[in-house]
């Protein structure tokens, strides 16, 4: 059982950055390829990057260059860097975990993570 705390979620505007964080309970996070997803009011929830357990990453198109995923696995936490953030970042971002055996592979669908956290809203203002 794994369990994910977000955090670093606010109000920023236009060209700001936001770092969010999640925590992981359990010894098992090296374990678990990790991933960042979001959900906009009125729309289905978006893959946004993942990470592997060797940390090879994958981000959606929208984010490239802009976002990056990180992991410290002796602070079991993911995180994602947000710079240049623009009105269509703004959602509530969920991270996931996926327990996985193999090192290098990244997810990009849901239902490959059997862990969510709460969320954390991400508003961007124009």
């Known amino acids: 059982q794994v369990q994910l705390v977000e955090s670093g979620g606010g109000l920023v505007q236009a060209g700001g950055s936001l770092r969010l964080s999640c925590a992981a309970s359990?010894?098992?996070?090296?374990?678990?390829?990790m991933g960042w997803f979001r959900q906009a009011p009125g729309k289905e929830r978006e893959f946004v990057a993942s990470i592997s357990r060797a940390a090879n990453t994958d981000y959606t198109d929208s984010v490239k260059g802009r976002f990056t995923i990180s992991r410290d696995n002796a602070k079991n936490t993911v995180y994602l860097q947000m710079n240049s953030l623009k009105p269509e970042d703004t959602a509530v971002y969920y991270c996931?975990?996926?327990?996985?055996?193999?090192?290098?592979?990244?997810?990009?669908?849901?239902?490959?993570?059997?862990?969510w956290g709460q969320g954390t809203q991400v508003t961007v203002s124009s």
């Open positions: 359990g010894r098992t996070f090296s374990s678990h390829a």
């Open positions: 996931a975990a996926a327990e996985t055996a193999y090192y290098t592979r990244t997810y990009y669908r849901p239902d490959h993570y059997a862990y």
